[in-house]
């Protein structure tokens, strides 16, 4: 199994920037494709962005291109989410989760088996 913690998270004004991070450890981090979901209240957790274990393959959300940037690091087991230019209606708890099928890049949660605790991004109008 793979243990997952994001951190990054906070309170920021719109138009500004956060980077999250997502730590593993437990099991090979490259063993896993790896995305980021986020969720605000009262509503569904929404896929985010993607991202291969080579980094060969990134899948983004509407929302997020252009502004958003999925990266990861295998050597230091840590995923990463640039966001720039950031909006009201980013605010949501980011999750980060892990799938160690390695089909195919997947924008459902269900098919990731593995889920951080999350960490909270607060955009300020």
């Known amino acids: 199994q793979v243990q997952l913690i994001e951190s990054g998270g906070g309170l920021v004004q719109a138009g500004g920037s956060l980077r999250l991070s997502c730590a593993a450890s437990?099991?090979?981090?490259?063993?896993?494709?790896m995305a980021w979901f986020r969720q605000a209240p009262g509503k569904e957790r929404e896929f985010v962005a993607a991202i291969n274990t080579g980094s060969s393959n990134k899948l983004y959300a509407d929302s997020a291109k252009g502004r958003f940037t999925i990266s990861r690091d295998n050597a230091k087991n840590t995923m990463y989410l640039q966001m720039n230019r950031l909006k009201p209606e980013d605010t949501a708890v980011y999750y980060c989760a892990a799938d160690s099928n390695r089909l195919v890049l997947w924008r459902t949660p269900q098919h990731y088996g593995y889920w951080g605790q999350g960490t909270q991004v607060t955009v300020s109008s």
């Open positions: 437990g099991r090979t981090f490259s063993d896993y494709d």
